[in-house]
């Protein structure tokens, strides 16, 4: 039984018991979500415009999900899909092979976490190509595990004292276009950023002994950076040419987030890879990765795999979440959420010197925030209080970037008309209160 508690009570004994490695945004104490809001146990509303970081594109408790969660749950809830297998676990497997971008032959594997899903990819490329290098990009997220932390490019608070890494992990350069030289156009910043990306495979490590490059179609950890169309295409080519494997990581960017399905869509890509989770179950833990069958099938019986990994209820989670997608049209959706957030934002940089830039793609929308247009000097400080005021307003709202001065948002893709133009004006009152 659940003792009853306030919130201050909760507090104090979580300051006992978890230890503060583990973050909080909002301390407050969540009894329940419905859509895009979410409820505390003192009765306080929150608009909530992280969506557990992006987990939660269909909404909390979508009543689809939570149908499929429960018919699952009074079926059976862990057989283990090593032990026997179930039908959800089959399904999945084949509907994410029909999202995912390419008419090729592909193969799906189940697992828990992101970090696991990225991990396990690594581990196939590996194993297909009998290489061992593997290439990731500077501001890269990939997860808190050893093998994602050494993947990861920031520094604090991701690695810091936490080495030493796996070995063969290397970061390539990855544009960001905000931050280009002043005198370069748009179009010598590409080329150039496509030549330090071929220079990189001189200088640091050969083609021919990388297994696979990791990236994530718009950067998520790394402060929402959308890089240039021909960028990712010709890292692409380039992977093609060289026989090695590209993975496109669309655990933040995917089901539905960006406007599509995956973010790979609008690049145009066909990555031999994809790796899901976040929004893939509509809030149970989940991932994925679905592969090329030839380079998925390389693993004998036994070596891939977990206890947990691909449980029923998640599988049937995701299941109801991608006839979510489809049926309330929540891709179309997230580029009219993207489109209002961009609107707002574009305003308050006319208002305010310090919104540096706005940018997005679909509904995930970053504001960069700096000390003035001129220097772009990075406030990390400004963003933290705009989060934090925001969070006492009754908004959910995240930062991000490699220097913790990117607003970000990821509401849940049912957020209605109302409850967006609601939040928008409490992040303004905010915004004008600085
Ligand atoms: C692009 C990307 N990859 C991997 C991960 C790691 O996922 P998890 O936290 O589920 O391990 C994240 C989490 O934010 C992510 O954004």
Avoid at 74 to 99: C, R, W
Avoid at 203 to 212: F, I, K, R, Y
Wanted: charged share 25%; hydrophobic share 40%; proline share 5%.
């Amino acid at each position: 039984m659940m003792p009853k508690r306030t919130t201050a009570e909760w507090q104090e004994i979580r300051d006992q018991y978890i230890p503060q490695g583990v973050g909080n945004g909002n301390r407050n104490i969540a009894k329940y979500g419905r859509g895009a809001e979410l409820y505390d146990i003192e009765g306080e509303r929150y608009i909530d415009f992280a969506g557990a970081i992006g987990t939660i594109n269909v909404g909390h408790a979508h009543p689809e999900v939570v149908k499929a969660i429960q018919e699952q749950a009074e079926n059976v809830i862990h057989p283990g899909f090593n032990v026997m297998m179930y039908d959800s676990y089959i399904e999945l497997a084949k509907q994410l092979t029909e999202i995912t971008p390419g008419e090729h032959a592909k193969q799906t594997i189940l697992l828990n976490s992101g970090a696991e899903a990225v991990e396990n990819a690594v581990k196939i490329a590996r194993k297909y190509t009998k290489r061992q290098a593997v290439v990731t990009f500077d501001r890269a997220f990939h997860g808190r595990t050893n093998m994602t932390m050494g993947m990861t490019s920031k520094v604090k608070p991701y690695k810091f004292e936490f080495g030493p890494f796996a070995g063969e992990l290397y970061k390539a350069p990855y544009p960001y276009p905000y931050r280009k030289p002043d005198d370069m156009s748009d179009e010598t910043y590409e080329a150039f950023m496509i030549e330090e990306f071929e220079r990189f495979f001189l200088t640091t490590v050969a083609p021919e002994s990388t297994a696979c490059v990791v990236m994530e179609p718009v950067q998520g950890e790394g402060g929402f950076i959308v890089p240039p169309k021909r960028f990712v295409k010709y890292v692409e080519e380039f992977c093609k040419k060289h026989g090695i494997l590209f993975v496109a990581d669309e655990i933040q960017t995917g089901f539905g987030r960006t406007g599509a399905f995956l973010a790979s869509e609008h690049f145009e890509i066909t990555p031999d890879f994809v790796t899901l989770s976040k929004s893939l179950a509509g809030g149970v833990p989940l991932s994925a990765v679905v592969g090329r069958s030839e380079v998925m099938n390389e693993a004998s019986p036994g070596e891939l795999g977990g206890t947990y990994a691909g449980s029923p209820l998640g599988c049937a989670a995701a299941l109801a979440a991608i006839d979510v997608i489809r049926n309330e049209n929540l891709n179309e959706r997230a580029e009219v959420i993207g489109e209002q957030i961009e609107a707002k934002g574009k305003a308050w940089a006319e208002k305010y010197e310090w919104v540096g830039e706005v940018r997005r793609l679909g509904a995930m929308v970053a504001i960069e925030i700096v000390e003035d247009r001129k220097t772009k000097t990075p406030d990390k400080m400004k963003a933290a209080a705009i989060a934090k005021a925001a969070n006492a307003s009754g908004v959910l709202l995240l930062t991000a970037g490699l220097y913790g001065n990117v607003v970000r948002f990821l509401p849940p893709l049912v957020m209605t008309d109302e409850q967006l133009e609601e939040g928008l004006e409490k992040i303004a009152s905010v915004f004008d209160d600085l």
